[in-house]
């Protein structure tokens, strides 16, 4: 289930990712992960779920669990 709390929402976790990857925006972030920039914006913008191939990347990426990702992004986990 998704909250709409302001400091936990996709686009929130998105923006924290960014930020500790000293990325300059979604474009930046969606090179390093090596996936399309509709995807990221279709997440930020809560049009498509966070896909597991999706969560699974940006594990790799930060290092941080997938439950800790979903934390941020205000998902339940499972």
Do not use: F, W, Y
């Not at 400091?7 to 998105?14: E, F, I, N, Q, Y």
């Not at 090596?34 to 191939?53: D, F, H, T, Y």
């Amino acid at each position: 289930m998704q909250s709409k709390n302001a400091k936990h929402t996709v686009a929130h976790m998105l923006d924290v990712v960014i930020e500790q990857q000293n990325l300059k925006n979604d474009a930046a972030l969606a090179r390093v992960l090596q996936v399309a920039p509709p995807i990221i914006s279709k997440a930020r913008n809560e049009i498509q779920p966070l896909g597991s191939s999706l969560l699974v990347k940006l594990h790799e990426l930060t290092g941080k669990s997938t439950i800790e990702i979903k934390a941020l992004a205000g998902i339940a986990p499972a």
